[in-house]
T-cell receptor, first 114, second 115 residues
Framework: QQKVQQSPESLSVPEGGMASLNCTSS?????YFWWYRQHSGEGPKALM?????GDKKEGRFTAHLNKASLHVSLHIRDSQPSDSALYFC??????????????FGQGTSLSVVP | NAGVIQTPRHKVTGKGQEATLWCEPI?????VFWYRQTIVQGLEFLTY????????DSGMPKERFSAQMPNQSHSTLKIQSTQPQDSAVYLC?????????????FGEGSKLTVL
């Protein structure tokens, strides 16, 4: 059973539109959440992290975390064709170490249509 | 600054042959992670090292897979007697303690194809 589940599997939005991606964890040991983005032929790159309940905004990207329900979301406003990529939600359970392995979801394929 | 360097980018082996994949982490990063990516399984954790010591190999298949980090500038993932189900993109990532838990810098991956 996947400990980190993402939805939808794929998403298509028009250029300039809002993309919303969702992620739910089944493991209450997970304390830290990340969003990673992977363009074709490249390795995943960290987009942003969220550790506290509420919203975190970085430019066009806003992440939201609800620790009670272990639900994380990512919203991309003013989507650009360059945002077309595979988006991963990832979770980590270690709270005290500076290093921790990440458990990744299956990913959401985002396509931004000009 | 150079990112994480992985070689080879592509490797084709015959069933039963050995494959060795190399990873050079970002200079100054003291943790190295290995992941495997397939369409079906997604991104799977394999193993990780901290200051060259193996910390967690819970994702490594017990047979045929081994990983080493002989010095701070490179790590290797070896697969003996490769099988078609080993075909995947193997990703190496490194991390620095000052950047918070979970900030991994990935290489571009080594695509392994087992015929």
């Amino acid at each position: 059973q996947q400990k980190v589940q993402q939805s939808p599997e794929s998403l298509s939005v028009p250029e300039g539109g809002m993309a919303s991606l969702n992620c739910t964890s089944s493991d209450r040991n997970f304390q830290y959440f990340w969003w990673y983005r992977q363009h074709s032929g490249e390795g995943p790159k960290a987009l942003m992290s969220i550790f506290s309940d509420g919203d975190k905004k970085e430019g066009r990207f806003t992440a939201h975390l609800n620790k009670a329900s272990l639900h994380v979301s990512l919203h991309i406003r003013d989507s650009q064709p360059s945002d077309s990529a595979l988006y991963f939600c990832a979770a980590s359970e270690l709270a005290s170490s500076s290093f921790s392995k990440l458990v990744f979801g299956q990913g959401t394929s985002l396509s931004v249509v000009p | 600054n150079a990112g994480v360097i992985q070689t080879p980018r592509h490797k084709v082996t015959g069933k039963g042959q050995e494959a060795t994949l190399w990873c050079e982490p970002i200079s100054g990063h003291s943790a190295v992670f290995w992941y495997r990516q397939t369409i079906v399984q997604g991104l799977e954790f394999l193993t990780y090292f901290r200051n060259q010591a193996p910390i967690d190999d819970s994702g490594m298949p017990k047979e045929r897979f081994s990983a080493q980090m002989p010095n701070q500038s490179h790590s290797t993932l070896k697969i003996q007697s490769t099988q078609p189900q080993d075909s995947a993109v193997y990703l190496c990532a490194s991390s620095h303690p000052g950047q918070g838990p979970g900030q991994l810098y990935f290489g571009e991956g080594s695509k392994l194809t087992v015929l």
